[in-house]
């Protein structure tokens, strides 16, 4: 059974920085693509960062120079360092696991998710 699970802190003033991470169990970690998402009120869920099993990085536009996604395949674990953090960065973030994903930060290619952790970030 897959499971991915979320943690870290998630409420922070504006430019603070927070810490995500997920542990996946019930996968071969370093064989899949892996990513970052949230999804704010009343909004579609976004991809915000995504690394293929080749080490591959993509982020998204808004949170370039801001957030670092990294991964311990040891551990398998994936982190979302978020720096800078701004109000609109407040949405629930999930992460996500997926098999033959041809874009990175494309929700529809990602076939298991975690339940996913909420981030406020105040003004």
């Known amino acids: 059974q897959v499971q991915l699970m979320e943690s870290g802190e998630t409420s922070v003033q504006t430019g603070g920085s927070l810490r995500l991470s997920c542990r996946a169990t019930?996968?071969?970690?370093?064989?899949?693509?892996l990513g970052w998402f949230r999804q704010a009120p009343g909004k579609e869920r976004e991809g915000v960062a995504a690394?293929?099993?080749?080490?591959?990085?993509s982020y998204t536009d808004s949170v370039k120079g801001r957030f670092t996604l990294s991964k311990d395949n040891a551990k398998n674990t994936l982190y979302l360092q978020m720096n800078s953090l701004k109000p609109e960065d407040s949405a629930m973030y999930y992460c996500?696991?997926?098999?033959?994903?041809?874009?990175?930060?494309?929700?529809?290619?990602?076939?298991?998710w975690g339940q996913g952790t909420q981030v406020t970030v105040s003004s």
């Open positions: 019930g996968i071969t970690f370093s064989t899949y693509s």
């Open positions: 996500a696991a997926g098999l033959w994903v041809a874009s990175r930060l494309d929700v529809y290619e990602y076939n298991y």
């Open positions: 690394i293929d099993s080749d080490g591959k990085i």
